[in-house]
Nanobody, 115 residues
Framework: QVQLVESGGGLVQFGGSLRLSCAAS????????MGWYRQAPGEQRELVAA???????NYAESVKGRFTISRDNAKKMVYLQMNSLKSDDTAVYYC?????????WGQGTQVTVSS
């Protein structure tokens, strides 16, 4: 059974930092491309950051220079370090795993940035 379990969300002040973690199980983690998505109320889910199985990264323009995605294949973990948080970053953040036509999602973790 595939599971992606996010943690690390919470309430943070404007300009603060949070580190999200995603623990994967039930997949051969190292060969999957991993990503973080977010969805704000009334908005579509959007890609925040992605990291390929080879370690290449990609970021949404709105988070470049503030967020960093990383992975630890030995621990089957993917992380999202979020710095200089803004009110617009408030959303539910989802972990995503993709391998060709296979795709899995976590249950999401809420991030709320207070002004």
């Amino acid at each position: 059974q595939v599971q992606l379990v996010e943690s690390g969300g919470g309430l943070v002040q404007f300009g603060g930092s949070l580190r999200l973690s995603c623990a994967a199980s039930g997949i051969m983690f190292s060969i999957y491309n991993m990503g973080w998505y977010r969805q704000a109320p009334g908005e579509q889910r959007e890609l925040v950051a992605a990291i390929t199985s080879g370690g290449s990264t990609n970021y949404a323009e709105s988070v470049k220079g503030r967020f960093t995605i990383s992975r630890d294949n030995a621990k089957k973990m993917v992380y999202l370090q979020m710095n200089s948080l803004k009110s617009d970053d408030t959303a539910v953040y989802y972990c995503n795993a993709v391998l060709r036509l296979e795709q899995y999602w976590g249950q999401g973790t809420q991030v709320t940035v207070s002004s």
